[in-house]
């Protein structure tokens, strides 16, 4: 999901702020999807963690230009479940997702209702490095707009639906029963105080999908100087990496640090 980190805002007399600047994308090389590591103990002990980065292939000289190959980035995204209840501990499975997109952190599009306005769209591939009956890969096109609801400075509203398409899908071809056809990313919070967020996904067939919760709080608030934040999870359903797309495995709950959210 896409996060905003605020500054403060810019401000001239008899004008309302203007929105607060990202600066996660203020660098060629930034922060992507949120990166955390977290522990449970249902059903035996086991930890997710997520590493994420983009990078802009071109720098124009207009920083405000929307063409596409002033906007064009290259992501990694790597998330891991691992079992620490076994004796050797092994990762349950790891999931690798390098993206090709064009990314807009600010449209400019506002209104009464719509503080900001995000968008990418792109090309993005997932495996698990896997062969023989273990291997999971998909090839997807995808479009996804983030909407901010209400002062970003302040408690708002973040709706960010990730559409996408499949493009190749050979290894798993049913997974659209499971996953279907958009991960629908909801968060409301403020930037120094608490954030609940969630991931849903809902299947074709029957009442396939998941539910991928997440509650934060900065940990400076706690810990002066620190940085990141507190972080507690929640998943049920199908699909929590790629190996078990089809598979419902029990609930857990985990806590744990998260860099970004």
Request: hydrophobic share 35%; glycine share 8%; no cysteine.
């Amino acid at each position: 999901t896409e996060a905003a980190v605020p500054v403060s805002p810019v401000t001239t007399a008899g004008a309302a702020a203007t929105a607060p600047a990202d600066l996660r994308d203020s660098a060629r090389l930034s922060l992507h999807d949120p990166m955390y590591f977290m522990v449970g103990a249902h059903d035996g002990a086991n930890a997710k963690f997520q590493l994420s980065f983009k990078y802009r292939l071109f720098q124009g000289e207009d920083p405000a230009s929307k063409r596409l190959f002033d906007n064009l980035y290259v992501a990694y995204t790597q998330f891991s479940l691992w079992d620490l209840s076994e004796q050797s501990k092994p990762f349950r499975d790891t999931n690798y997702r390098p993206s090709l997109f064009y990314y807009l952190s600010d449209t400019g599009v506002r209104n009464n209702v719509i503080s900001r306005l995000s968008l990418a769209a792109g090309l993005e591939h997932e495996s698990n490095g896997r062969n023989g009956d273990d291997s999971r890969s998909i090839n997807t096109a995808f479009v996804k707009p983030t909407f901010y609801f209400g002062d970003q400075n302040d408690w708002h509203w973040r709706v960010a639906p990730k559409l996408y398409a499949y493009v190749e899908k050979g290894e798993n071809p049913d997974i659209a029963h499971y996953r279907g056809f958009m991960d629908l990313g909801i968060a409301y919070g403020r930037p120094d105080s608490w954030e609940v967020s969630a991931t849903l996904r809902k299947g074709t067939r029957k009442w396939y999908g998941s539910v991928d919760a997440q509650l934060t709080y900065p940990m400076g608030r706690l810990i002066p100087g620190t940085a990141g934040y507190l972080m507690a999870g929640y998943f049920v359903g199908y699909g929590e990496s790629l190996l078990d797309y089809n598979h419902k495995l029990p609930w857990q709950f985990r806590i744990g640090y998260a860099l970004s959210r």
